[in-house]
């Protein structure tokens, strides 16, 4: 704060000095106006000309002042020389001035700046018969140098200034102690928080800082917990993805230290098989892995969102897993609204939501079975349903279904737990609501099936620029 104050310093005096001059300049403008009303009382006319009875003594008054040199003139309406200084210039623009009035303005006589009062003086006739002048009025000016004022404009600069040299390092000392020892808390926390350790997480004592930046410590607190979440998630996700891997990698590596011990060709070939079976189950937990990573780094409401056609995304998802039904022996459908169902989301994700609904419903399901996906709009929003003839979903574990690598036991269908763990963080990312239910349209005590629903929310209303 020393550069401002500084800088405001030598501001501050300029601005002293013009107003000191303006209160300079009233007193002395006053007796300028007097000694103007004085003179033009003196001013006749006699005989159809201007004279002045003005007397000695009173232009000795006049003229007497042992700091500035006064000038005075009377001229006639003609502009004719009266009496007084002839070097006195006359006023610009003297058709705008009115009789009677004094008027003010800033002048040079010699070279010199001189301030001027003048009027013009209505004359009253002296002599019975006289011509009346009626052009104009006479003019009469007194006028003086301004070395009065500039001391006392300098006097009171000087009344100001020299106080101030007193006062300006006062304040600067004031202004170092006050702000040096208000941010000391905020010194000893950042020494606190430098002092931390890298993986030191815990919240900052809030009890130690000034109130004014408690809200700033509590959302640095709330940043640090949200951080130690995410870094506990991905400790937690590379465990789980390290320990899902393990399977199918031993599984690779003993179908090929077999296929290397066999010399029957049908072995080696039965061999070969389950390593492309183990090596497909690795590469579709891989690209789960990869889908699930790429779905929670996805932005809120953001990236690459833009309206969506949920019919159309549903009837493109439907159409790609057709071959995989038939080789399953299930009866994949697709139920289309009535109207058009447009939401905000990202195109990509929403058809990775799909893809994986209608992929865990297909293994699930038995063959003959049914899959249908259907699309129907819900207020201004939408709904995306897909539903199976499966064994369906005890209703205890319905909250744990969606948990990452968490398996039904005893379900038997192959499979890497990630499938329901990428919906639910890809319906979170568009604000979805998720329900799973019974098959209200299956009969089968054996096979209730299952019904995924997500709720997704109208579109925003953009507001207009």
């Known amino acids: 704060m020393l ?25 002395f403008d006053r007796a300028l106006e007097d000694s ?15 004279v002045s ?8 008054i006049l003229r007497a002042d042992d700091t500035d040199s006064v000038y005075f003139q009377i001229t006639g309406p003609h502009g004719e020389y009266v009496d007084g200084d002839r070097e006195l210039p006359r006023p610009w623009d003297e058709d705008k001035f009115s009789t009677g009035t004094v008027n003010f303005r800033n002048d040079n006589v010699h070279g010199t700046q001189v301030r001027v009062a003048f009027s013009y003086v209505n004359l009253p006739a002296s002599s019975e018969g006289a011509e009346r002048i009626e052009s104009r009025p006479a003019l009469v000016q007194v006028a003086e140098t301004l070395d ?29 102690f006050a702000l040096s020892r208000g941010l000391s808390p905020l010194a000893e926390l950042q020494e606190r928080i430098r002092a931390r350790k890298p993986d030191d997480l815990s919240p900052i004592d809030a009890r130690q800082v000034p109130e004014e930046i408690s809200p ?12 130690s979440q995410t870094i506990d998630m991905q400790k937690r996700f590379i465990a789980d993805a390290a320990h899902q891997m393990k399977t199918p990698l031993a599984g690779m590596r003993m179908q090929s230290e077999l296929a290397l011990r066999q010399h029957d060709a049908g072995e080696i070939h039965r061999s070969l098989e ?6 497909e189950s690795a590469t579709r937990l891989v690209n789960q892995l990869l889908a ?31 071959q995989a039904s038939f080789a399953q022996g299930i009866d994949l459908g697709f139920e289309p609204p009535d109207q058009p169902v447009l939401i905000r989301g990202n195109g990509l994700m929403l058809r990775e939501l799909l893809s994986n609904l209608i992929d865990n419903a297909l293994r699930y399901t038995p063959r003959g079975g049914s899959v249908t996906v259907r699309v129907r709009p819900d207020g201004a929003g939408g709904i995306l349903e897909v539903e199976d003839t499966g064994p369906g979903i005890a209703p205890h574990e319905r909250p744990h279904v969606f948990e990452r690598f968490y398996r039904i036991l005893g379900s038997g269908a192959p499979g890497s737990g990630l499938g329901l763990a990428i919906v639910k963080e890809v319906a979170q990312q568009h604000g979805a609501e998720i329900d799973v239910f019974d098959n209200p349209r299956s009969h089968s005590k054996k096979y209730p099936g299952c019904l995924f629903r997500l709720t997704f929310p109208p579109p925003p209303v953009e507001e207009e620029t």
């Open 3 to 27: 550069a401002p104050l500084l800088l405001l310093w030598p501001m501050s005096i300029a601005i002293t000095y013009l107003v000191a001059k303006s209160i300079a300049n009233q007193p």
């Open 36 to 50: 103007v009303t004085v003179l033009a009382q003196q001013v006749q006319e006699v005989n159809g000309k201007v």
């Open 53 to 60: 009875r003005l007397p000695g003594s009173a232009r000795d």
């Open 148 to 176: 009065k004022r500039a001391q006392l404009a300098n006097e009171i600069i000087k009344g100001v200034i020299l106080p101030q040299f007193i006062v300006l390092p006062i304040v600067l000392a004031l202004v170092w």
């Open 216 to 227: 700033l410590v509590g959302s640095l607190n709330d940043m640090l917990e949200r951080l």
């Open 274 to 279: 389950q390593l492309a079976k183990s090596s």
């Open 292 to 322: 699930l990573a790429r779905a929670e780094n996805q932005p809120h409401s953001g990236g690459a969102s833009g309206d969506v056609d949920l019919a159309g995304l549903a009837r493109d998802c439907v159409h790609d897993w057709v």
